[in-house]
């Protein structure tokens, strides 16, 4: 990808998963690298295997507190001497009937993929703002922010308002130079994934696959790392205020 080396980035969610692969795409175009996580094992674990590549640090912490995007997003600033890109990717999900959904469970959802990509997304574009030479910010949706899967009601009601978030800011940040894009990946082969699939038959997992996904396959983190790269390179210079969807076909099914 074009414009890539030397940028600064930021990747929320980087400790795991497509975050994780991310992380590893950006460091091979020559970027450098700031990671976040919830988890401070996983953040130094991700961090550790990634260093061969290029520089990288990684910062813990919940992206639902303000202060702790406020470390998240300062830490980053300090360590990479500005910023010019966010990946604003950490999230949350589990399968939960609508009839089941409890008050609490609906705002932990709400909290962690809409208020935490709030968060990060307004701090990152206040600093791109006063920094003055544009930037990149790129917010995680989901197919499940478009059509609304069965058993994922909150999840879907959070990747649906990521979608008009970044159309929102886009408007907005235009001006200054700053492009906003959000990322709709399918069925993708992650931990978050993996742990909700240990919840169900292997049988329907990949009959799911086969009749769902015209592909016939769950989606790699690594080819949503491309979708990522992509948006946040010069090759993507005229598109702002829209979403990528990676999905192997699978909003294509009627
Ligand atoms: N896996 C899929 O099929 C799929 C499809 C569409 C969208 N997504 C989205 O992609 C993103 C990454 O998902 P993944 O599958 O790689 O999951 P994952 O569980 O492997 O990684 C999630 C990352 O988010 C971080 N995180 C979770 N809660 C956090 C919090 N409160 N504060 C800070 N960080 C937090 C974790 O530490 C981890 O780094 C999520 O936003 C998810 O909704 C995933």
Not at 40 to 46: G, L, N, S
Not at 84 to 101: H, K, Q, S, T, Y
Not at 146 to 171: F, P, Q
């Amino acid at each position: 990808m074009r414009g890539l080396v030397g940028k600064r980035v930021l990747v929320s969610g980087g400790s795991s998963g497509i975050g994780a692969a991310t992380a590893r795409r950006f460091l091979e175009e020559g970027s450098r690298v700031v990671i976040g996580g919830l988890d401070p094992a996983e953040v130094d674990r991700t961090v550790t295997d990634l260093a061969p590549l290029g520089e990288i640090s990684g910062l813990a912490g919940d992206v639902s507190s303000e202060a702790d995007v406020e470390s998240l997003v300062g830490g980053a600033v300090a360590a990479l001497g500005g910023l010019d890109v966010l990946v604003n990717n950490a999230g949350i999900a589990w399968r939960e009937p609508f009839l089941d959904i409890t008050a609490e469970h609906w705002d932990t959802m709400i909290s962690v993929n809409l208020r935490g990509m709030f968060l990060v997304a307004q701090a990152v574009a206040r600093h791109l703002v006063a920094q003055g030479r544009g930037g990149v910010i790129l917010n995680m949706s989901s197919t499940n922010g478009i059509g609304g899967e069965a058993d994922y009601a909150h999840y879907n009601a959070s990747k649906g308002g990521v979608l008009l978030l970044t159309r929102t800011m886009a408007v907005e940040l235009g001006r200054h130079g700053i492009r906003v894009n959000a990322l709709c990946p399918g069925y993708i082969r992650t931990p978050l994934n993996s742990a909700i699939a240990a919840t169900l038959d292997g049988d329907f997992v990949s009959a799911y696959e086969r009749e769902h996904i015209p592909l016939g396959r769950a989606g790699l983190a690594e080819e949503v790392a491309a979708g990522y790269a992509f948006l946040a390179s010069d090759d993507a210079a005229f598109v702002h205020g829209t979403e990528l969807v990676i999905d192997g076909g699978q909003l294509a099914v009627m």
